[in-house]
């Protein structure tokens, strides 16, 4: 279960630091959740209890969060309501509520007079809700953003090339952001795509260590296509080109091993699974000829995952082996970072692995890729905190390093990162070094192979950290490098502290 993302898991009397359990299981105050699934189903609070076998008095109890929910009842609403009881945990109202507290952040709202537990409460209560605020919120700063701060509209372009209005272009909602909104609202996970890809593993009778000569052989057999990989010479800065005509898919020679059967796994993706795909991206509600363009490659690429490391071998393989990336990655043929972007999509009912979050960043703190499983707060609007050491994997390259960190609300992960390489195409294109972080909450980490060295309920084993600096409100940290926008700055030209900014903390 998670720590206390929103204050509706209370720690037992036996729990120890930062959540982890001492030896009782924590109680669950899940009320909203509760209320919220029983109006879903159009059920009234008799309606329900008769359903679960309990009095109505009990459930409004329950719903009031006065009582806890019990092992006994979670497993009576798996049950009747073939509920994943993670959806009890409060990942949606931890996610609402993060992205509340940045807009509520905003100074537009100093005078509102909202607490924090004001913002709880409408995140816990009705997690839509809160979406449409953030949407809305989001509409005006990019109608703000549009307008160039009232100097009359102002196109995209122009806010790129103007320093003084491009600090507000990381606002305006663009395809790749809705997309990715769309990905996590999924949790990540596509089972149809996950059950065909397996289907055809199972089918073609693929050997995974010979899996690229394999996906080879199905091209040229099922649809007349040859493989050739090409010098960079020919093919630049593309690495892959399906050239229809002549019947032939092109690989640049930059792709090593692992890259080169993805693309592959991707053109079958393309040619095999396009209705499947696109049934999926309508049963959506993206629009725009780029989002959905967007979204049908992002399928494709789940799908080409999914045929590379398939569902249940992956699942069984990452559970056995402590989920050690580096031996997953040997084992399938795949690079790093693909087998953590895979580890992020286990939520198979009956076959679930650690719901992990997973985050790319460059040498520059810009993040390229974001998953926030588990309730884990990205900001929406900027970047991550300094003293997350993934960015110091920059420093000892090819090395996973790891790290216990607790946000401002008291949730704890633990945290694992590498740098990993992308192909670059000589001096036009120079190969990029980036740094992948993949995390779990704490409760998770002891089925983790790299947490044996930890004392997982010392409190000197935990580095504190903020979603990023403008939403932290941490004082005294020597790493800041803006105040929290939400605090009144105090300038004192006699005194010097920690950090270069002082402010006042209530």
Same mark, same amino acid.
């Given at each position: 279960?998670?720590?206390?993302?929103?204050?509706?898991?209370?720690?037992?009397?036996?729990?120890?630091?930062?959540?982890?359990?001492?030896?009782?299981?924590?109680?669950?105050? !899940?009320?909203?959740?509760?209320?919220?699934?029983?109006?879903?189903?159009?059920?009234?609070?008799?309606?329900?209890?008769?359903?679960?076998?309990?009095?109505?008095?009990?459930?409004?109890?329950?719903?009031?969060?006065?009582?806890?929910? #019990?092992?006994?009842?979670?497993? @009576?609403?798996?049950?009747?309501?073939?509920?994943?009881?993670?959806?009890?945990?409060?990942?949606?109202?931890?996610?609402?509520?993060?992205?509340?507290?940045?807009?509520?952040?905003?100074?537009?709202?100093?005078?509102?007079?909202?607490?924090?537990?004001?913002?709880?409460?409408?995140?816990?209560? #009705?997690?839509?809700?809160?979406?449409?605020?953030?949407?809305? &919120?989001?509409?005006?700063?990019?109608?703000?953003?549009?307008?160039?701060?009232?100097?009359?509209?102002?196109?995209?372009?122009?806010?790129?090339?103007?320093?003084?209005? #491009?600090?507000?272009?990381?606002?305006?909602?663009?395809?790749?952001?809705?997309?990715?909104?769309?990905?996590?609202?999924?949790?990540?996970?596509?089972?149809?795509?996950?059950?065909?890809?397996?289907?055809?593993?199972?089918?073609?009778?693929?050997?995974?260590?010979?899996?690229?000569?394999?996906?080879?052989?199905?091209?040229?057999?099922?649809?007349?296509? @040859?493989?050739?990989?090409?010098?960079? *010479?020919?093919?630049? !800065?593309?690495?892959?080109?399906?050239?229809?005509?002549?019947?032939?898919?092109?690989?640049?020679?930059?792709?090593?091993?692992?890259?080169?059967?993805?693309?592959?796994?991707?053109?079958?993706?393309?040619?095999?699974?396009?209705?499947?795909?696109?049934?999926?991206?309508?049963?959506?509600?993206?629009?725009?000829?780029?989002?959905?363009?967007?979204?049908?490659?992002?399928?494709?690429? &789940?799908?080409?995952?999914?045929?590379?490391?398939? &569902?249940?071998?992956?699942?069984?393989?990452?559970? *056995?082996?402590?989920?050690?990336?580096?031996?997953?990655?040997?084992?399938?043929?795949?690079?790093?970072?693909?087998?953590?972007?895979?580890?992020?999509?286990?939520?198979?009912?009956?076959?679930?692995?650690?719901?992990?979050?997973?985050?790319?960043?460059?040498?520059?703190?810009?993040?390229?890729?974001?998953?926030?499983?588990?309730?884990?707060?990205?900001?929406?609007?900027?970047?991550?905190?300094?003293?997350?050491?993934?960015?110091?994997?920059?420093?000892?390259?090819? @090395?996973?390093?790891?790290?216990?960190?607790?946000?401002?609300?008291?949730?704890?992960?633990?945290?694992? !990162?590498?740098?990993?390489?992308?192909?670059?195409?000589?001096?036009?294109?120079?190969?990029?070094?980036?740094?992948?972080?993949?995390?779990?909450?704490?409760? *998770?980490?002891?089925?983790?192979?790299?947490? @044996?060295?930890?004392?997982?309920?010392?409190?000197?084993?935990?580095?504190?950290?903020?979603?990023?600096?403008?939403?932290?409100?941490?004082?005294?940290?020597?790493?800041?490098?803006?105040?929290?926008?939400?605090?009144?700055?105090?300038?004192?030209?006699? !005194?010097?502290?920690?950090?270069?900014?002082?402010?006042?903390?209530?």
């Amino acid at each position: 279960m998670p720590t206390k993302s929103t204050q509706t898991t209370k720690p037992s009397a036996e729990a120890g630091p930062n959540g982890a359990s001492g030896g009782r299981a924590q109680k669950v105050f !899940a009320g909203p959740r509760i209320r919220r699934l029983r109006r879903e189903q159009g059920l009234t609070q008799a309606g329900m209890a008769e359903q679960l076998g309990i009095s109505a008095s009990y459930l409004n109890l329950v719903e009031r969060n006065q009582r806890p929910v #019990s092992a006994q009842l979670l497993l @009576k609403l798996a049950d009747s309501f073939d509920l994943n009881v993670r959806e009890l945990a409060g990942d949606d109202e931890a996610r609402a509520f993060a992205e509340l507290n940045e807009v509520f952040a905003d100074p537009l709202f100093q005078n509102a007079g909202l607490s924090r537990q004001d913002v709880q409460d409408v995140a816990a209560a #009705s997690p839509s809700v809160a979406d449409a605020i953030t949407s809305l &919120y989001q509409a005006y700063r990019e109608q703000l953003a549009g307008q160039g701060l009232g100097l009359g509209p102002v196109a995209p372009t122009e806010i790129i090339a103007d320093r003084d209005k #491009s600090d507000h272009l990381d606002v305006m909602k663009f395809p790749v952001e809705e997309v990715r909104d769309y990905i996590h609202a999924n949790r990540n996970h596509f089972g149809e795509l996950d059950d065909a890809a397996e289907a055809l593993y199972d089918y073609r009778n693929f050997a995974q260590d010979e899996l690229y000569i394999g996906l080879r052989r199905h091209l040229d057999e099922a649809h007349g296509l @040859k493989v050739r990989v090409m010098p960079v *010479e020919v093919m630049g !800065a593309t690495v892959r080109r399906y050239d229809r005509h002549g019947r032939r898919i092109l690989l640049s020679e930059v792709l090593d091993g692992p890259a080169r059967t993805f693309q592959l796994a991707y053109q079958i993706a393309y040619l095999e699974q396009a209705d499947l795909i696109e049934r999926t991206v309508k049963a959506s509600s993206l629009k725009g000829d780029e989002t959905l363009r967007l979204a049908r490659i992002s399928l494709a690429n &789940y799908f080409a995952a999914a045929l590379i490391m398939p &569902y249940s071998r992956f699942h069984a393989a990452a559970e *056995e082996s402590g989920y050690d990336i580096e031996l997953l990655a040997r084992r399938f043929g795949t690079s790093f970072e693909q087998t953590c972007h895979r580890l992020t999509t286990l939520q198979r009912a009956g076959e679930r692995g650690i719901p992990f979050f997973l985050i790319r960043v460059d040498g520059a703190g810009n993040v390229s890729k974001r998953f926030a499983a588990a309730g884990f707060h990205f900001s929406r609007y900027g970047g991550t905190c300094p003293r997350w050491n993934l960015h110091d994997a920059f420093r000892t390259p090819g @090395k996973i390093i790891t790290q216990i960190v607790q946000l401002p609300d008291d949730t704890t992960y633990f945290s694992i !990162a590498r740098t990993v390489r992308r192909p670059g195409a000589g001096m036009l294109a120079p190969e990029q070094e980036l740094a992948v972080g993949l995390g779990c909450e704490i409760s *998770e980490a002891p089925r983790l192979k790299y947490s @044996k060295a930890y004392d997982l309920q010392a409190t000197e084993a935990v580095t504190p950290i903020g979603v990023n600096c403008r939403l932290c409100e941490r004082p005294d940290c020597a790493e800041r490098a803006f105040p929290p926008i939400n605090r009144k700055l105090i300038v004192d030209e006699h !005194a010097r502290g920690l950090s270069s900014f002082t402010f006042q903390n209530v």
